[in-house]
């Protein structure tokens, strides 16, 4: 399911991709598809604990349409700030900062038709994800990474399931397909389940049970074919005109053709730089690995009365959820971990408890509306965009970087990119955004 070995049309370019994430990772490896020299710029050991794809669910699905703003969460705020360790929370303290993204986001979901459309925007980035990815971890040698039994959705009650049919709308609106089943298929498919789950629904799909070694092995792909990856932090660009004629890192400069933004929440800073305001958030996701139970879940499942997910895999049970804005490299609140790892712990009858629980916690790179930032920047032409994936970054890579090097090659890029433009975050009126375009208007000045 890679894109085509035809040789480039123009000259190869030295095209710079900054970050080394599931984004970044995937983008090199089709630019060396088609011939281009590439260089990743990264301060850390690509895979590592560090990056947004550690941490990922690893659920790779066309059913990853439904963005989490919807109608009716404005009630709801006052219950995110004042609740510490629910499933989606606010730090209170960072609000004043935080509220021109949070304003965006409330807007976002305002109205059912505004999250149809994202939701198909969403689409042409998810709607094959699980069969590229199939392809590119054989190239990479790592197919044993990938679970291909699909997902588990359980609910305590038919009604609950009912109560979410926005959401299954989206689903049926993108294309997306499923199966319900009762409580005796659900005891039959899952039997360590707590008896009070009694419905289900089953998704397609593949799991990868660990993002991180995945992109590893994706970046060493891409070293194989000629990449260099080089360990430094991209810190802006050198200009001539309306170009980047280098990434300024801290090593020193590297000369460039093209260069991707793909740094993941640091990548705000960046755009700026290249001309764009872009909003984006850390969007902070938790997880834990419990080592040790018995039985092992057959199933991956996603507990839908706490909104986690639970993988199965040779290394443990991975356990992902909650949701927490806060502002970046704020120091993690463990509380979180705790939950996930108490609710899982009550969710089966497990014979034996863990015998080791490890936790995590990143930050996603997250927009107000669900959709990233893919495309060329306002002011450097030869910059591109590749950010702000949130919760889909690893099962939209294969098709971002599609996108991508359709620009680099010059050539109309195979779905429309125009509900990812930084653009669009200039046309919403009175927003704080002006200040950082006009130093970012100053910085660029400067370079020139």
Excluded at 89 to 108: G, K, Y
Excluded at 173 to 189: F, M, N, P, S, Y
Excluded at 322 to 334: G, K, L
Excluded at 428 to 433: I, K, S, V
Aim: glycine share 10%; with cysteine; aromatic share 8%.
């Amino acid at each position: 399911m890679s894109m085509s070995a035809a040789q480039p049309k123009q000259p190869p370019k030295h095209v710079v991709v900054i970050g080394a994430g599931a984004i970044g990772a995937v983008t090199a490896v089709e630019l060396l598809r088609l011939g281009h020299r590439v260089t990743i710029v990264d301060p850390e050991e690509p895979g590592g604990e560090h990056g947004a794809s550690y941490g990922n669910s690893g659920w790779m699905s066309p059913s990853l349409v439904v963005p989490l703003s919807q109608p009716g969460l404005w009630p709801k705020v006052p219950r995110y700030l004042l609740n510490p360790a629910g499933p989606l929370t606010i730090r209170w303290r960072h609000l004043p900062r935080l509220v021109p993204w949070l304003v965006r986001f409330l807007w976002a979901g305002h109205t059912a038709a505004r999250v149809e459309r994202t939701a198909l925007a969403i689409k042409p980035l998810v709607a094959d994800c699980h069969l590229r990815h199939d392809a590119l971890a054989g190239e990479a040698g790592v197919a044993d990474l990938f679970l291909r039994g699909g997902q588990l959705q359980v609910y305590r009650r038919r009604l609950d399931f009912e109560a979410e049919a926005f959401s299954w709308h989206l689903r049926r609106l993108t294309g997306c397909t499923w199966t319900e089943i009762d409580e005796a298929e659900l005891r039959r498919r899952e039997p360590s389940l707590d008896p009070r789950y009694t419905f289900g629904v089953v998704l397609g799909g593949y799991v990868c049970v660990k993002p991180g070694a995945y992109v590893a092995a994706l970046v060493r792909l891409a070293e194989r074919r000629g990449a260099v990856l080089r360990q430094a932090r991209a810190l802006g660009f050198r200009a001539g005109g309306d170009r980047a004629t280098a990434v300024m890192a801290d090593t020193g400069d590297i000369p460039c053709d093209e260069v991707i933004i793909a740094a993941g929440v640091r990548s705000k800073a960046l755009a700026v730089a290249a001309g764009d305001c872009v909003s984006l958030v850390a969007e902070r996701g938790y997880h834990v690995e419990l080592v040790g139970i018995e039985p092992m879940p057959r199933n991956r499942v996603l507990l839908m009365d706490h909104r986690m997910t639970n993988t199965p895999s040779r290394y443990g049970l991975r356990v992902t959820g909650h949701v927490e804005i806060a502002d970046v490299d704020t120091p993690a609140d463990w509380r979180h971990a705790e939950v996930l790892r108490k609710f899982t712990l009550g969710a089966y009858r497990f014979n034996r408890k863990p015998t080791e629980t490890r936790s995590w916690m990143g930050e996603r790179p997250s927009t107000p509306d669900g959709l990233p930032i893919i495309g060329r920047a306002r002011k450097l032409g030869n910059v591109i965009h590749a950010f702000g994936h949130g919760h889909i970054g690893v099962a939209a890579s294969p098709s971002t970087a599609r996108a991508v090097v359709d620009l680099v090659e010059g050539r109309v890029p195979a779905f429309d990119l125009s509900p990812y433009s930084a653009q669009r975050f200039r046309l919403f009126g009175a927003m704080p955004c002006s200040s950082v375009a006009t130093r970012a208007d100053e910085a660029f000045a400067q370079l020139r």
